[in-house]
């Protein structure tokens, strides 16, 4: 508010001074020129009545001549006076309205608006920088678990679309360069409510100046970036960036599942996006050769997986030379069938397309499927606007690097123990990755996945603590019990349980839960209220265990515990 | 050289010398009192508050406030002096000896001003 009432009091200086000089100019001549009263005696107006006169004809109110009629003199120097005030007074209107439309002044307004909206969330926060499709994703995201945002973006017309969102919560967007730090500032990034910084802009130095920027002022606060080459990924983990999100790399080790691993993926997939139809390849041949279109970013990312994994492939790009591509790449975009066939399209498993356009990549599986049509699809969709053509196109899996980051972030900041239970499940067979499968698909019921976590505290579930606290035993089962009716379970599974540093995989319901424990299940979504019932509600957890109620208020307890001892 | 530093001196000290000048004289006896000065006063001090709208600096902020308590000073006088000659009470001595030393307070608040002006002045080495 300061910066915006400086501005407005500098930029009036003049007008005032200017409608000070002609009022002081005009009273004094009326003060100097002689009148005459009723009876004809001279009369010099007084400084009172002057200043009176002045102030109704110079806002052309005009009461009149007063107190006497005036003299020729009087109305020569009245028609002199009532030009130069009017004229000052337009210019002083003038000039402020002049500048509430000064782009400058308005960016003011809008960057003091937005520094006390910030200022006066009162709840943790997440800053996000970059309303792309990722920023626009996760802010949705969020706000539907009532997690509160603020977002700063480069583009205007973005945050003009954010105000347009039907989004729940109020959340303070400003259109500024993310990278200044003066900006991060009023963005709240010294406001110890502020939990999280994400850096999602789509310029890595930006991202990189961010998350310094954020480790230097609170160096445990999380900050999760995205980011786009190898070298700014080393550069953000060297000072400590919680998260380091490289779409690509993150697709082409998704892809390499699916092709090894079908059902770990499946069961990534189901978790991560419910809504998401999964590339359910568990019965198609996935050994063999692989034609991949571009060798950019994402191709590299691809090469350096399928590599490790001793996978077969050919690249196909327009500029060989340029970025250095690897021996045997075909010249040429991929959209033509002859490319194709000279890269042995015919007798190869799959087709990645992977360009940065969205028309060619869509043209190059549609043209590779006209030469064999059992080929594995993959292709990339850059445009979050080009979603339906690319839903239509009936490929086997769609790679938007947006909605990979936003999942992954997503993921981190609602379950963090997923990512613990994903490293975890890498380590066992394909075998158990299925029953598992067919365990989760069976307790779904065709219902919409969720995943959650509860930890075992004071604050987080506190009717388990206090029974926990009073030794008495609780074991995992207890929380998989329908509320309603014990003998029911609820549609759920008990995923992990990390206690310290070790991690439970698949606990068994018997286990008894110990303080601090931190508990992942995955089921119906429905689920989870119950479950919220039973962590949090005494007497619902006392039910389960016991198969009885007990008394609510604290005189029906004291007569319950009469009536024990009467017996 | 900084013209807005020129002009505001200017009017700060003329505010202060037109402020002297109506003072000066015995303080109850309205013929050693022009209004005429006690009106150039009043604008001028008007316009040199004016002047410092919008000033950021410390001392800059210091001179708005002194030179507002001018203007308030200056206008009480003014508004006793319009009220002692409309209505019955008259131009005594007793109300000119008011105004006078109404003016008296401004003078001291513009004095203070000018002080804060050479000072800043001063500390200037360019």
Redesign the interface.
């Known amino acids: 508010m300061q910066h915006v009432f400086y501005l407005l009091l500098r930029r009036l200086r003049t007008p005032i001074i200017t409608i000070i000089v002609v009022y002081a100019i005009s009273i004094l001549g009326f003060s100097l020129i002689p009148g005459q009263d009723n009876q004809g005696n001279p009369w010099h107006m007084d400084f009172f009545h002057a200043f009176y006169f002045v102030s109704f004809m110079g806002s052309t109110i005009g009461f009149g001549e007063i107190p006497f009629p005036f003299t020729a003199g009087q109305r020569a120097w009245t028609i002199l006076t009532i030009y130069a005030s009017v004229i000052s007074w337009l210019y002083g209107i003038g000039t402020i309205f002049a500048l509430f439309q000064d782009s400058n002044y308005q960016r003011l307004i809008k960057r003091t608006n937005f520094t006390r909206r910030v200022a006066r969330i009162y709840e943790p926060f997440y800053l996000i920088c970059g309303y792309g499709i990722t920023g626009n994703r996760l802010v949705h995201q969020l706000d539907s678990l009532g997690i509160r945002t603020v977002v700063i973006d480069k583009n205007q017309r973005l945050i003009d679309e954010l105000e347009a969102d039907q989004i729940v919560l109020s959340v303070p967007a400003l259109c500024a360069d993310a990278s200044d730090p003066n900006v991060l500032n009023i963005a709240g990034i010294q406001n110890k409510l502020c939990i999280g910084v994400l850096a999602l802009t789509n310029d890595d130095h930006a991202n990189l100046q961010i998350a310094i920027d954020s480790k230097l002022v609170s160096p445990k606060r999380m900050v999760i970036s995205r980011t786009q080459s190898k070298e700014t990924t080393a550069n953000l983990g060297s000072f400590g960036t919680d998260y380091i999100i490289d779409p690509f790399i993150i697709f082409a080790d998704h892809l390499l599942l699916t092709l090894q691993a079908p059902y770990k993926h499946l069961i990534h997939d189901l978790i991560v996006n419910p809504h998401h139809r999964a590339l359910a390849v568990p019965d198609q041949n996935t050994t063999g050769r692989w034609v991949i279109c571009g060798y950019g970013r994402f191709g590299q990312a691809l090469e350096e997986e399928f590599r490790k994994h001793a996978i077969e492939m050919t690249f196909i790009d327009v500029d060989l030379e340029q970025r250095n591509a690897p021996e045997g790449t075909i010249l040429g975009l991929g959209t033509e069938a002859d490319t194709l066939r000279e890269a042995g399209i015919e007798n190869a498993v799959g087709i990645i397309a992977g360009t940065p356009d969205d028309a060619n990549n869509l043209s190059i599986i549609i043209t590779a499927r006209d030469i064999k049509p059992d080929l594995i699809t993959v292709v990339r969709q850059n445009s979050g606007a080009n979603k339906p053509i690319f839903r239509a196109a009936d490929v086997n899996m769609i790679m938007e690097p947006g909605h990979i980051i936003a999942n992954e972030i997503f993921m981190l900041i609602r379950t963090p123990l997923l990512i613990d239970f994903f490293g975890l499940v890498r380590e066992y067979d394909e075998d158990w990755a299925r029953a598992l499968f067919l365990r989760i698909t069976n307790t779904l019921n065709d219902e919409l996945m969720s995943a959650w976590t509860f930890s075992i505290t004071a604050t987080g579930s506190p009717a388990v603590f206090a029974f926990l606290e009073r030794r008495e035993e609780v074991k995992l089962a207890y929380l998989c019990r329908d509320p309603r009716d014990r003998e029911q379970s609820l549609a759920t599974i008990p995923l992990l349980i990390k206690r310290g540093n070790t991690c439970i995989m698949l606990p068994d319901l018997t286990i008894p839960l110990q303080p601090d424990d931190q508990v992942l299940f995955c089921g119906q979504k429905k689920a989870k209220t119950f479950m919220e019932w039973i962590v949090s509600n005494h007497n619902t957890l006392r039910y389960i265990k016991t198969g009885k109620e007990g008394p609510d208020g604290s005189l029906w307890r004291w007569l319950s515990k009469y009536k024990e001892q009467r017996q | 050289m900084n013209s807005e530093k020129v002009v505001f001196a200017f009017f700060i000290v003329l505010a202060l010398t037109l402020n002297f000048g109506f003072f000066l004289g015995d303080i109850d006896n309205p013929n050693h009192h022009n ?2 000065e006690l ?1 150039a006063a009043i ?1 001028v001090s ?2 040199a508050t ?2 410092k ?2 000033d ?1 600096t410390h001392v800059g902020a210091v001179l708005l406030a002194t030179s507002f308590v001018a203007d308030l000073q200056l206008v009480a006088g ?1 508004i006793v ?2 009220v002692a ?2 209505t019955d009470i008259g131009l005594s001595s007793h109300m000119m000896a008011s105004i006078v030393s109404l003016s008296a307070g401004a003078l001291l608040a513009n004095f203070t001003s000018v002080i804060l002006l050479i000072l800043e002045t001063i500390m200037v080495r360019h």
């Open positions: 209004v005429y009106y604008v008007i316009i004016i002047m709208f919008g950021r003014a002096w319009a000659t409309n």
